[in-house]
């Protein structure tokens, strides 16, 4: 089993930056992919962005050039840098670990919290 612990969530106003961080412990493989999920009031949990141990990362389009993810191997950390908050990325954005063959595990933390005000 993965245990994922997220902080950084918090108020910033629209145009600010905010950066999450997730650390997974428990039951790691070496080969895995991290990354950040949202889910706003009324909608289902969606990608942010994903990021291989490799370094291969994915990004949602709604987030594209104002997001940037990665990770430290070495602390089993992933993190979420978010610049040009739009009131629109208000969500409670979640951590995920998961095998590279996603049938092998995946694991989710508990949440944190973002609020873009304008």
């Known amino acids: 089993q993965v245990q994922l612990v997220e902080s950084g969530g918090g108020l910033v106003q629209a145009g600010g930056s905010l950066r999450l961080s997730c650390v997974a412990s428990?039951?790691?493989?070496?080969?895995?992919?991290m990354g950040w999920y949202r889910q706003a009031p009324g909608k289902q949990r969606e990608l942010v962005a994903t990021?291989?141990?490799?370094?291969?990362?994915i990004y949602a389009d709604s987030v594209k050039g104002r997001f940037t993810i990665s990770r430290d191997n070495a602390k089993n950390a992933v993190y979420l840098e978010m610049d040009s908050l739009k009131p629109e990325d208000t969500a409670v954005y979640y951590c995920?670990?998961?095998?590279?063959?996603?049938?092998?595990?995946?694991?989710w933390g508990q949440g944190t919290q973002v609020t873009v005000s304008s």
């Open positions: 990021i291989s141990t490799g370094g291969t990362a």
């Open positions: 995920n670990w998961r095998r590279f063959q996603i049938v092998l595990g995946n694991y």
């Open positions: 428990g039951s790691i493989f070496n080969n895995n992919v």
